[in-house]
């Protein structure tokens, strides 16, 4: 029976640089990353560590002056997390765009997820959605119904490491 659960907080810090500054750029220690175009990355992070992540980065890109951009997008973001058997099935409910196959760590992706432009992360046993804020109830409702025919359940986010970042 999957799990829902909405992370407030939780860290979403974009950077924007050339592709080639981006291609090297390491992700920071206990976070999820992923390519969002040639010149943009995102990260995900645990709540609270917005500042943190952000100050991070910009010392990482520092050297490339105003060729690099850092902005912490924490409270434009929702991320919600399903998890657990059958995780798959309700997000097969809420979107086309299909699953990537599982890899070692997060697999991030991006598409339509109840009708909303969405980034995602997949990892075993867990699909990450982030999108806009303004968006933020239709997407709980849309998940919430879709997830009923398959025993979703709606809970808290864990306590610690709600991210699933740490190790």
């Known amino acids: 029976m999957p799990d829902l ?13 050339p592709a ?32 943190a992540l952000r100050a991070t980065l910009e010392a990482a890109l520092a050297a490339h002056g105003d060729r690099a951009l850092v902005v912490d997008h924490t409270d434009g973001w929702s991320f919600f997390s399903i998890s657990g058997e059958g995780a798959e099935d309700v997000y097969r409910r809420v979107s086309m765009v299909p699953l990537p196959a599982l890899t070692e760590g997060a697999t991030f992706f991006m598409g339509r997820v109840c009708d909303v432009a969405t980034k995602a992360f997949r990892r075993a046993g867990r699909i990450d ?11 709980l409702d849309r998940l919430e119904h879709a997830g009923h025919a398959v025993g979703l359940r709606a809970t808290t986010a ?10």
Do not use: Y
């Open 5 to 17: 659960f909405q992370i407030h907080d939780a860290a979403k810090v974009r950077c924007f640089a």
């Open 20 to 51: 080639e500054v981006l291609d090297v750029l390491a992700a920071p220690a206990a976070t999820l990353g992923g390519r969002i175009a040639p010149n943009e990355a995102v990260f995900v992070g645990a709540p609270g560590t917005g500042a």
């Open 129 to 139: 959605l982030m999108s806009g804020m303004e968006a933020s109830g239709h997407v």
């Open 158 to 167: 864990p306590a610690v490491d709600p991210v699933g970042v740490t190790a």
